[in-house]
């Protein structure tokens, strides 16, 4: 059988609807056969049908036609039978839709399924049996079972023969519902005693090709006269029905006379009714003629029914008649709602009108009560288009931003227009995916830390921290310090900054003395593409700490020479001899600084003010009084702890130079000083001692270990072969010491007054040699004396006037 497509498209400037398609083939296609090329049909290329996902939606779960995606065509799914699939109807077509995503878009497709002659007329009974009475007049009607064929068309009933005809002839009637009602006319009186038994051969033939036919046999019994047939009240009986009415439930009644007495005037009635259902939901009552229902009525499958109704009495004659009963529609049924497509997940930057997702709705009731109404939930920026044939699309309505909703529930109601209402809901949860449109904010606008001078390198000083509304990677953020300098030097080399966490640390050792404050910036940036950063400046403040001691500037100690103030004995109470300076190079309570005298010649008569450093006499000077003042100053600031410095005062108390040179010439070191010299000169003696004599009993023990070897090589006969270690090497000298010390003696005029230096050994590397041994011995002495540091104390210098003399030993 050849296959007919009929194609048209037809584009519709609705929302979600590009076109529809329609096709037509034939009923009983083999599997796999093709239907259509949809997607040279839709204006589509293939790659379109699988990148977005091409898929069918039908409104039931019987699928007949599929989709191949690469080749764009459109095939025969399952095996399609037009009369199961249409029972009701004569024209027949499958609707289903054609889905694609990213962007989603929606096609219609129809498919006529056209008949073909694959079902023969039949009749529900093999055979009928009538009793007709003899005296049956000529004209009296017999009604015949009808055939029924599937078919639909050309291929339908077209005919019906009766073989033989003698005694009957065939009469149809065709009603206006298209069905055709069959009626054997008796055409010659019947003789019971020629023929008690006819036989009969009722033929339906169909229009197809080849032409198919159905048979079913007649018999006859002759009974003797029954001259009067049933005749109902009225040709045609209509009745309506709620659906969903209950069993038994009495639908209407027919009534019946017949002129006859007895048993030929009593009447039964029966239903003819042969392939439909009416005998499932209809029965009639044999006696009195109610209609009933025995099963279940439902407008969404049957709005009507036509009820076929016989009357015959015990003679043989019948009358028939027919029960239209109209099925009226109640509101039973909830819309239902299908989602044909959806999306789980939709960036916040989705733009506007964004379908999200497409929804059909249906309402197997009518008029009312299948009008159907659908809303969303408030307070969503989504809204419900309609598109066509109830189908609705789920589309943005306003701006997303995850940071504010990052999900929504929406709920979707549809409600019909019964009484009452009905309606249906589900809940579509639509998740919002980050786009990175936020920058880090930092807590603060600025920040302020605060850190103690002298602090060890890597402490943590603060943190800065930032946040970032968006998610996940979009909000990791990493902390940058930013390039800059703090005069002149970067100052990734003053502090750094830890890239997760924020903590800043200090790199160095700061000195408040040197640098008291600084700024720079620090960059939070997220983890997104491309990535969002925000810059906040931060302060360092160096908190002083008491880290260094008062320094003194005037008087000017010196080494070399002698300074003292002079006070002339006519000096009265108050007298400023003079007024030590000192600065403190800290900052606050650690630079103040205070002056005490901490000891002195003759306390009673200096004094020094605490705050300035003044030094005034506190009584009158007198002759008494010695012409040498030392003074010892102390001067303390007023950290914690505290630091000090010492000065020495020297002050002359005379009228005249000259007294006062002659005075200081024979200036004496005090008592403690002389101790402390003579002390330490004892104990490098010492040292110096015990060196000597330790050297002396190393050599003499290593002198006699060789000699003991050298005569045990003397007494035995083995060759003495001479052994030179590394580094080896020969002074030359013939003396058992090669230590030489220098003695330097500078005296004075006064040898209380004299500087005494021990120089070093005049040979750092000594090899001493035993010529009657073969060993060698190299010794390395390397010796510091402390009095050859420039500050010792044992060195004491005078003035370059002084007469000074050296002597060597």
């Known amino acids: 059988m050849n296959r007919q497509v009929l194609l048209f498209i037809s584009f519709l400037f609705l929302d979600s609807v590009c076109g529809q398609v329609s096709y037509s083939i034939p009923e009983e296609m083999s599997r796999g056969s093709l239907v259509g090329n949809i997607a040279q049909d839709l204006g589509l290329e293939i790659k379109r049908l699988v990148s977005g996902k091409a898929k069918i939606y039908t409104r039931n779960n019987d699928e007949y036609i599929e989709l191949n995606r690469e080749r764009g065509v459109l095939l025969v799914k399952d095996r399609i039978d037009r009369e199961a699939l249409c029972t009701e109807t004569a024209l027949c077509a499958l609707h289903f839709q054609i889905i694609l995503e990213n962007p989603m878009e929606l096609y219609s497709v129809t498919v006529q399924i056209t008949d073909i002659n694959d079902n023969a007329p039949t009749f529900e009974k093999g055979e009928m049996k009538f009793k007709i009475s003899e005296s049956a007049i000529t004209g009296a009607k017999f009604v015949l079972e009808s055939a029924v064929d599937l078919d639909v068309g050309i291929n339908d009933l077209q005919n019906y023969e009766l073989k033989p005809t003698d005694h009957f002839a065939l009469k149809l009637h065709n009603n206006a519902n298209g069905h055709t009602n069959v009626?054997?006319?008796?055409?010659?009186?019947?003789?019971?005693?020629?023929?008690?038994?006819?036989?009969?051969?009722?033929?339906?033939?169909?229009g197809g090709e080849p032409q198919m036919s159905g048979t079913m046999m007649i018999l006859i019994t002759v009974l003797d006269a029954n001259d009067n047939a049933p005749v109902f009240t009225q040709h045609t009986y209509k009745a309506t029905v709620t659906e969903n009415s209950p069993k038994g439930t009495v639908v209407a009644t027919v009534t019946a006379s017949d002129a006859d007495q007895g048993?030929?005037?009593?009447?039964?009635?029966?239903?003819?009714?042969?392939?439909?259902?009416?005998?499932?939901?209809?029965?009639?009552?044999?006696?009195?003629?109610?209609?009933?229902?025995?099963?279940?009525?439902?407008f969404e499958k049957s709005r009507h029914f036509q009820i076929n109704l016989l009357a015959s009495d015990d003679g043989?004659?019948?009358?028939s008649c027919k029960l239209i009963v109209d099925v009226q529609d109640v509101n039973d049924n909830k819309p239902e709602i299908n989602i044909i497509s959806k999306s789980n997940l939709i960036s916040e930057d989705a733009k506007l009108n964004t379908v999200v997702t497409m929804i059909n709705i249906e309402d197997q009731d009518s008029g009312e009560n299948g009008n159907v109404k659908c809303f969303i939930s408030e307070n969503v920026p989504f809204i419900l288009k309609t598109s066509t044939g109830n189908f609705y699309s789920l589309v943005t309505d306003s701006d997303l931003d995850r940071e504010r909703a990052s999900h929504y529930n929406i709920t979707v109601t549809c409600s019909d227009e019964g009484v009452p209402s009905l309606s249906s809901s589900v809940t579509l949860t639509l998740q919002i995916s980050d786009v990175n449109d936020n920058a880090p904010v930092f807590e603060r606008s600025s920040y302020e830390a605060y850190i103690v001078e002298n602090n060890t390198p890597g402490l943590s000083v603060f943190t800065v921290k930032a946040r970032d509304a968006d998610w996940n990677q979009n909000a990791r953020v990493s902390y940058i310090l930013e390039d800059s300098s703090v005069n002149g030097v970067p100052v990734s080399s003053y502090v750094s900054v830890s890239a997760d966490s924020g903590v800043i640390h200090a790199v160095r050792s700061f000195d408040y003395e040197q640098i008291k404050d600084f700024q720079f910036r620090v960059k939070a940036q997220d983890g997104g593409s491309p990535p969002l950063s925000s810059n906040v400046t931060v302060k360092i403040m160096i908190q002083d700490q008491n880290d260094n001691p008062p320094q003194v500037l005037y008087p000017v100690q010196t080494?070399?020479?002698?300074?003292?103030?002079?006070?002339?004995?006519?000096?009265?109470?108050?007298?400023?001899?003079?007024?030590?300076?000192?600065?403190d190079v800290d900052s606050g309570q650690n630079a103040w600084l205070s002056y005490k005298l901490q000891k002195a010649t003759d306390r009673a008569l200096f004094e020094v003010g605490l705050q300035n450093?003044?030094?005034?006499?506190?009584?009158?000077?007198?002759?008494k009084d010695a012409v040498k003042q030392r003074l010892t100053v102390i001067v303390e600031d007023n950290g914690q702890p505290s630091r000090s410095a010492t000065v020495i005062v020297n002050v002359a108390v005379a009228d005249s130079f000259p007294e006062v040179l002659s005075e200081f010439t024979d200036f004496t070191h005090d008592k403690e000083y002389n101790d402390?010299?003579?002390?330490?000169?004892?104990?490098?003696?010492?040292?110096v001692s015990f060196l000597f004599i330790t050297c002396l009993v190393v050599i003499i023990s290593v002198k006699i270990y060789r000699w003991r070897q050298s005569r045990i090589l003397y007494h035995s006969n083995l060759p003495v072969i001479p052994y030179y270690p590394p580094r080896y090497s020969d002074t030359l000298g013939t003396g058992t010491l090669q230590h030489v010390y220098n003695y330097e003696v500078c005296r004075t005029t006064d040898s209380r007054k004299s500087d005494c230096k021990f120089g070093r050994a005049g040979s750092q590397n000594v090899l001493i040699m035993d010529p009657s041994s073969t060993g060698t011995m190299q010794r390395i002495q390397n010796e510091k004396s402390i009095l050859d540091e420039p500050d010792s104390p044992l060195e004491v210098r005078m003035p370059p006037s002084l007469v000074m003399s050296k002597l060597y030993v």
């Open 183 to 206: 009626e054997m006319v008796l055409q010659k009186p019947l003789d019971r005693e020629k023929h008690e038994q006819i036989s009969l051969v009722l033929t339906a033939v169909d």
């Open 263 to 298: 048993s030929n005037g009593k009447i039964t009635y029966s239903i003819t009714n042969t392939l439909d259902n009416v005998r499932k939901v209809f029965e009639i009552n044999e006696e009195n003629g109610e209609v009933s229902l025995i099963g279940d009525t439902d």
């Open 316 to 319: 043989g004659l019948t009358d």
């Open 559 to 583: 080494g070399g020479s002698l300074v003292a103030e002079m006070v002339p004995r006519s000096a009265d109470v108050g007298y400023l001899v003079t007024k030590v300076v000192a600065v």
């Open 613 to 623: 450093g003044e030094i005034r006499t506190i009584r009158q000077v007198t002759d």
């Open 676 to 687: 402390n010299l003579t002390f330490y000169l004892v104990l490098a003696l010492a040292v």
